[in-house]
């Protein structure tokens, strides 16, 4: 796409909360959760020509924004103001409705610990700022295709058993 043809990404009209770049339901869509307006434009502006991008600039409102879209992958910041990435991540991955998304925490945190402390919190990719776009982009279909195997995989397989499936209380 030329740069006359890209969607404007935040406009007068729509709040910057919490934004979206396009209405097409064909592609996936990534929400990206990043308190720093010039860093969650750039993100979405990489991403907006193969996905819808929906934005939102913190944890709490990302929460929201997720349960509310569900959207096939969340790129996340980790310092953030009013819920920070590390508690989004883990309360993403206790929530029924998200806790299969993955996710790809960003951070300008270069320490191992940070690292780690994403990673076992249940993290699918972790990427130090500054980071190189194609490596995201590439991260993000890899996860993306990655999860689509899975889903068809798992409808393949137990297509055949649904009518053994019962019902509990549960």
Do not use: W
């Not at 006359?4 to 770049?21: A, G, R």
């Not at 990043?34 to 502006?45: L, P």
């Not at 990489?46 to 929460?63: F, I, M, P």
């Not at 068809?152 to 209380?169: A, C, G, H, N, P």
């Amino acid at each position: 796409t030329t740069e006359e043809e890209k969607p404007v990404l935040i406009s007068d009209t729509i709040p910057e909360e919490v934004t979206k770049s396009s209405p097409d339901q064909e592609l996936p869509q990534i929400l990206v959760v990043e308190d720093n307006s010039d860093m969650r434009q750039f993100i979405s502006e990489e991403l907006e020509d193969s996905y819808v991008v929906s934005t939102a600039v913190n944890g709490r409102l990302g929460l929201d924004a997720a349960r509310e879209s569900i959207p096939d992958l969340i790129i996340s910041d980790v310092m953030m103001p009013e819920m920070d990435g590390f508690t989004f991540l883990e309360k993403s991955r206790l929530d029924p409705l998200l806790c299969h998304i993955p996710i790809i925490m960003l951070t300008a945190l270069s320490t191992d610990e940070a690292k780690f402390k994403g990673l076992e919190t249940g993290a699918d990719d972790y990427l130090l700022k500054p980071f190189n776009t194609r490596e995201l982009r590439i991260r993000v279909a890899n996860l993306i295709r990655q999860r689509e195997r899975l889903r068809e995989r798992f409808s393949l397989d137990r297509s055949q058993d649904l009518k053994e499936i019962t019902v509990s209380s549960m």
